[in-house]
């Protein structure tokens, strides 16, 4: 029995929601975009915007063009014994890769295109009242949630339904992959740039308000909201998403015997972690259309009652096609709500996970409290607490993490722990939607006090932007869960393959193996080097910017008093050329790094370089965002008015804790979910191309036996 | 044939370094202590010191005392069934252990003792030159050098004599472990305590110089660097030598087929290690008498050449003695050579290590240069620039150790991985010695300033202080580099007990199977929370210390004219009693994690948390060490004169990652060195106990599978 006609459902669900984005990208773009220094404003940021991204395009599009090439001669050329194919070909994985990164790029296109103009029609609806600007905001965001799950659910059913080999969905994987790492590398430098470099000189120096229009880099920070959090956001979880997917049915097609019933069974569930998606996506719809029905009075609790309720009604639809696949494969159901109960405990850790970020990251609660006090004894104590309580902040989500897998792997083997990654990832389009809300507000907010709307309007703009901000806390940790189990899924489908393209190779990733060790080394110092070569980017760039605001404000002191506007162009020059140059070195690295391990040390050496990589990325990953964000709402906190308010020295301090803890939580510790999964898929897709050298032991590993 | 008649010429050496440490320490305590004044200080802090010690010994002693019960009853619980023996008592281990405890604990007490009668001596010494007070600086640190590995080789060989049992000296090496970590983490958040306390408030708030007398924390400050940086540094390193050649006895006495000659032969190569550490004795000595012949110009280059004699010379007596093994070995005279070239290869790396660190912390270089640069723009850009070259500098050493541990393992296996870690341990009588001289010239600094010592003697202090410096650069790398090549050790020796006592158990550290995985995971994440934990303990006290500093200006302004002392006890109170408070969880951590892990994952997955503490450990030990000294030296380079020199704003900013980076590299960096010898030593005395778990698969491993 063929069970693809199942895949009719998510294909279904995959157009919806395209027809669905589109839809709201028109009803966003009907709104009135307010008046005419509003539009001018928006007018920049638009373009800014669509000039970063074009020239990042272009690099992303010769990127793609070699890797392509690659791909085409490199994965497949070696046969059982190991040796050299000559002339195969891999036509069918270079396609799906270059769909993949059209896809990818396709959909955050789109959802940033909507965001630019989104932000100057949310702050004229914020003049009509809180409910109206909450939902322009909302469906803006909710055109780039919708985008990524519609492309990446067409995308992957498509490609399967032609052709039925998971390797091929690999491909399309690795294509979305590659445009992550660049959007959300060069999103997060870019955005940082800015952001760093408008505070440091505007904020510190000559204490103008956030956002304020005299600020030359203001259009330029503003921009960064969007080509970082909102297109490089979504490209991370389109990346984690699909992934996630890919991962288990890798390992549903090489598994040897983990399903009791016929071979037929097998497809079934090969699919099913596409059909849990779909219902997921079914889910997120949903409760967006909750959302829009319901009156907001509290719009963080709205976003975040809509994550609950996708959960919830994930659970539902994810039930029921349980139901029908169980009714399907004879011998296996049992199986069937095993891996049912794997993708609820996923979720679950999932919304634990960002529970726990939250508490980390919250000023009500105990450890954003104790750095805001330590504020009060200076600017290194501020730094100490954070940076400590970022480090705490770890334990409790790797228990989570540790707890989801092992739960899942008792259930369901490796492939348990698979799905528990897709159930986690399954209700992503309410997570993007979430989390592009945030910048669109980000930005209405700005462009109200650009465009004279008065007090009240900005104060509404501003309740909806820290609504961004609660949903955020909880969206963020949720993000890095997912990618972590999702590596974790495809660090195993990675070993079941090297054990299936090459049997003779003993694989074992012992850490008794001199190779392994010095796999895992590598692969646990990688993330902490790739992090910090992104802060000092930012650092690096940042300080450019600042060089260029001082210059300006020098120059011309008539932008100080407002009579001349501030050269933007050129600020926004410097984060675009920023940005662009200093993405390659890493982006090279995580491509590199594992194909060098793998040729010198081998396959096992790989995969424990793998391992390594995954856990202390996870380490990295939420330190840099947990005492990010407590930094950040630790000096919220102060301007508040608590513990000597704005203008204090308590408040410079937490200025500093706020600057250090931005490229920590918006460039460095979301890129490394990229990095890591890049580097997975850069292992399982090179495969047969590194078990050439030294017959899959490596060049050197044969000598450390 | 019985080669133990070896072990006298350790044992002589060993006797030799006690009575040259007690002559050195007469020959110091002969010195004049100078003025009143002087003496005065001097005895605020030696009674500061002895006052925290001996607390410190009592809490300790309960430690020691429970942890001998655990040892008495629990490690040898079990038979090759994995079977409770009812009355079994281990107590050859408990009482090696409660030896190795005592004689730590003595080592550093007399170390100790001299350092604080030292500083005043060198103080005064300044008053006649240059060379008059390095000499009584570096025979001061020369006491704790010699003492360290004095004590260290007299009891190996006089227990391996008695019992010659690898086994039993595992438990002496405990002993050591257990002393380390209460020094290591008490001395380091002692004096940064004091340190960060007495900056704050005296350098930031009421601009006081360093050492200034009218500062209440002054005295608890040079208290501070004794228990710290002397008892503390000695105690660690003591840990490290010691564990390093149990390493390699355990692996030797337990390795089936390394050797391939006679069973004789296997003794020969578990005193090697005892043998080889001897010669480095030797060589430190004869290095010891060539920097005191030698004419000092400079003292950082004398204190260095030290080093790179004593590492010479130890090539060549480490040469002899692998000759005359050589020549009693029948049939392994190879091997013989390929471990003398592992030591030498180890040697080498601990030196490049050291050349590494060097080059990250040195404001002639480039990275400290442009953290010096990031301080004028700003607090936070400080931060984030020394932030992310401390986590870049971790990579050159990593692929040192990385390498070290191939050679090592491609010409003697697992036991040349462990003789590359004692080769690196050999000269520790020459590191300690310089590690000591810091603090002792630091502490002369301060009291040749508040003994009115004038300008000059002031200017000759510093110059020796500055040297201490340089020297603790090369150190530092090389301490940390050396104990992740002990651990390393450990853990391979680890390996082999769990095989040898439970060789039913399919003991594979597989990072496929989920056990070892999570064992992995949580092993990456401790050292980071055990950092944390410390730097924050170091900021809650520091935080009291600022309170009660400010109190005492503000209640008596005479203190700040110097018409009245300030009340130094109180300050030395707060240092003394946070410091014990706070050492007790992370202490109470690193035993009972490795125990719980076992209990509840089994051996494998114990094994894969100890490689995933050593290689996250590595990361967090060699990024927080040169962090913080990029900090520290890019502060002098700005007081130097440079970027606007002493009370810019730039300078401020200099201070501000100085004060973060002081916990980083005095207290957490250098104590996760002695966390990583704990556990590693922990899960390997309580084996039997682990094993009883699930027939060493664990409580929950079986479930796992």
């Known amino acids: 029995m063929d069970y693809l006609y199942l895949l009719i459902i998510v294909l279904i669900a995959g157009i919806i929601s395209i027809i669905l984005a589109l839809y709201f990208a028109r009803m966003v773009l009907k709104e009135d975009p307010g008046n005419e220094k509003m539009v001018e404003v928006s007018g920049y940021i638009a373009e800014g915007a669509k000039t970063f991204v074009k020239v990042q395009y272009k ?17 497949s050329m070696v046969d059982q014994n190991l040796r050299l194919i000559p002339g195969a070909l891999n036509w069918e994985q270079m396609v799906a890769y270059i769909v993949g990164s059209a896809a990818s790029m396709g959909a955050g296109y789109l959802g940033m295109e909507v965001g630019v103009k989104a932000n100057t029609r949310a702050a004229q609806a914020c003049t009509k009242g809180l409910k109206k600007g909450f939902d322009v905001s909302f469906f803006g965001g909710a055109v780039m949630g919708l985008a990524v799950v519609g492309a990446a659910l067409i995308g992957i059913s498509v490609i399967y339904w032609v052709l039925p080999d998971p390797n091929v969905i690999l491909g399309f994987s690795f294509g979305a992959s590659s445009v992550a790492l660049f959007a959300k590398c060069g999103g ?7 952001d760093v470099g408008a505070d440091l000189v505007g904020k510190a120096e000559y204490d103008l308000p956030e956002d304020d229009p005299r600020n030359p880099a203001s ?11 909102i297109a490089g956001m979504g490209s991370d979880l389109f990346d984690s998403y699909v992934a ?41 719809l949903v409760s967006i259309f909750y959302i829009k029905k319901k009156k907001t009075e509290d719009p963080g609790k709205s976003l975040n009652n809509g994550t609950y309720m996708a959960t919830g009604i994930f659970i539902v639809f994810a039930g029921l096609i349980s139901l029908i696949v169980s009714l399907i494969v004879k011998g296996d159901e049992l199986l069937v709500w095993k891996v049912y109960a794997c993708t609820i405990a996923g979720l679950a850790s999932g919304i634990l996970i960002g529970f726990i970020g939250n508490y980390y990251t919250n000023d009500e609660k105990k450890p954003t409290r104790k750095v805001a006090e330590a504020a009060q004894e200076g600017h290194a104590v501020v730094i100490l607490s954070g940076f400590s309580y970022g480090l705490i902040s770890v334990a409790p989500p790797a228990i989570g993490i540790a707890v989801a897998m092992a739960v899942a792997y008792w259930l369901a083997g490796v492939y348990g722990v698979a799905m528990a990654a897709v159930g986690m990832l399954s209700i992503v389009g309410t997570i993007v939607t979430n989390d592009a809300y945030g910048p669109i507000c980000d930005n209405a907010r700005g462009i109200a006090e650009q465009g004279d709307l008065g007090e009240e309007v900005i104060r509404t703009a501003d309740k909806l932007d820290s609504a961004g901000n609660t949903a955020k806390a909880i969206t963020k940790g949720f993000a890095i869960g ?16 090297v054990q299936a393209e090459a049997p003779a190779l003993a694989y074992v990733m012992d850490l008794q193996n001199v190779s392994v060790l010095i796999g895992a080394f590598i692969g646990v110092i990688v993330p902490a080097i790739f992090a910090a070569l992104l802060t000092l980017s930012v650092q690096r760039n940042a300080g450019k910017m600042v060089r260029e605001i001082r210059r300006q404000f020098e120059e011309n002191p008539k932008i100080l008093t407002g009579d001349e506007a501030a050269d933007f162009n050129k600020c926004i020059a410097i984060a675009t050329k920023g940005a662009l140059k200093e993405l390659i070195f890493p982006s090279i690295l995580s491509i590199l790094t594992p194909l060098v391990i793998g040729m010198l040390f081998g396959a096992a050496a790989l995969g424990a370089f793998l391992a390594g990589s995954i856990l202390s990325g996870f380490v990295f990953a939420i330190f840099m965002s947990n005492a990010g964000g407590s930094w950040d709402n630790a000096k919220k906190y102060i301007e508040d008015g608590n513990l000597g308010g704005k203008g204090t020295e308590t408040h410079k301090a937490a200025i500093t804790g706020d600057t250090v803890g931005d490229p920590f939580k918006d460039t460095a510790g979301p890129s490394i979910n990229t990095l890591l999964v890049v580097m997975s898929l850069t292992a399982t897709i090179f495969l047969g191309f590194i078990l050439l050298f030294g017959g899959g032991m490596g060049l050197l590993g044969e000598f450390l036996l």
Do not use: C, H
Not at 59 to 75: E, G, K, M, N, R
Not at 188 to 194: D, E, L, P, R
């Open 59 to 75: 690099v992303l599009a010769i990127f793609v063009l070699v890797l392509s090439a690659a791909l085409l001669f490199l994965p």
């Open 188 to 194: 997060g430098i870019y955005t940082k740039t800015a």
């Open 219 to 229: 259009i330029a920070d503003n921009v960064g909201d969007n080509v970082g959090d």
């Open 244 to 284: 996630s997917i890919l991962a288990a049915m890798l390992l549903a097609a090489i598994l040897s015997s983990f399903f009791a019933g016929t071979g037929e069974n097998r497809q079934a569930f090969i699919i099913l972690p596409i059909l849990l998606s779909g219902m997921g996506l079914f889910a997120s």
């Open 482 to 497: 997912a990618a972590n189990l999702t590596v974790l899924a495809l660090l195993f489908s990675f070993s079941q393959e």
